[in-house]
């Protein structure tokens, strides 16, 4: 059932500059759907989207990216053109991106750029998989909310249950109006033309009206802990130069820790660098593409 909301009048779509191109690849269970810009190419940049987005969104980075620059962008299990999965773990985003590079960058280390749950993954990858990584750009992929060992016997609870329950229906809307107005209520940093793109690229028709990509499992909590410690001890390992941006008004970070999260990150890659984009939150990229993608033209210009 489409969700009872205000609307946003209608008005201009953001219009893509850069032609996509979508298609899939076999990932560790289902096929992955990915987009790709720009030329052919077995050593493209890679970009990883976050949480309840999608591959295709990262359209409107893309256009603020160098036209000669191959990229492709991959949907996790259960987004835009990928199979869905009964339950979604971190370590199978793990092996993903490991089937996926190992179709995508056959030959080299591949260049990275991953935005929250993205950029999480793409900061596991680059400790894990040093010498598979060339370089790293995270946007915001600082880990998440502290757990406590408490709380994992009713969270692995919770996940079993959800297993043996029918899937949840897809999260409905009237219209892409609708959703676009959601969209820019929760992030009013937003353009209201990037807010109706992002509404088109995350649904699809509906019976009565439309429905998102996302698989609602992914509203699943992970059962089991992936704490600063855990996550920590892979960033100590990342070797390749890399790329910290975050909002100056995010409020993502600001529930890590604020700039001590930021520190932190800094200390354990301290070869790293790290910009704040300015007028911005945790959907920084967005929000202000612009800055974002010339933060990571210097910093793909510098390190290549």
């Not at 009964?86 to 056959?106: G, K």
């Not at 820019?184 to 998102?212: C, M, S, Y």
């Not at 059962?223 to 890399?242: H, V």
Request: glycine share 8%; net charge neutral.
């Amino acid at each position: 059932m489409a969700e009872a909301a205000a609307t946003l009048p209608s008005a201009d779509v953001y219009q893509p500059r850069r032609p996509p191109r979508t298609g899939h690849l076999d990932g560790y269970r289902g096929r992955l759907g990915i987009t790709r810009w720009g030329p052919d190419s077995d050593d493209p940049i890679v970009l990883l989207h976050g949480w309840m987005d999608g591959g295709a969104a990262l359209q409107l980075l893309v256009d603020c990216l160098p036209e000669s620059w191959p990229l492709v962008a991959i949907d996790w299990a259960g987004y835009g053109g990928s199979d869905r999965r009964p339950s979604y773990l971190i370590p199978e985003y793990l092996a993903d991106l490991q089937c996926a590079l190992d179709r995508l960058v056959p030959q080299k280390p591949a260049r990275l750029v991953g935005h929250s749950l993205g950029g999480m993954i793409a900061a596991l990858w680059a400790g894990l998989r040093p010498e598979r990584t060339r370089w790293l750009v995270n946007l915001e992929g600082l880990g998440m909310t502290p757990v406590t060992p408490e709380d994992v016997p009713p969270r692995v609870i919770d996940w079993l249950d959800s297993l043996q329950q029918t899937a949840p229906p897809s999260r409905g809307f009237a219209s892409i109006e609708q959703l676009a107005a959601a969209v820019l209520k929760r992030n009013p940093r937003l353009p209201p033309a990037h807010a109706r793109f992002l509404a088109q690229v995350w649904t699809r028709p509906a019976a009565d009206g439309i429905e998102l990509l996302a698989d609602e499992r992914h509203y699943r909590r992970q059962p089991f802990r992936y704490g600063s410690a855990d996550i920590e001890a892979c960033w100590r390992l990342i070797k390749a130069p890399s790329l910290l941006l975050w909002g100056r008004e995010s409020d993502y970070v600001q529930r890590l820790g604020g700039e001590q999260v930021v520190a932190r990150w800094h200390e354990l890659v301290p070869h790293s660098r790290i910009a704040v984009v300015e007028a911005a939150a945790h959907m920084l990229q967005y929000e202000q593409p612009a800055q974002v993608a010339r933060h990571i033209i210097d910093f793909a210009g510098a390190v290549s």
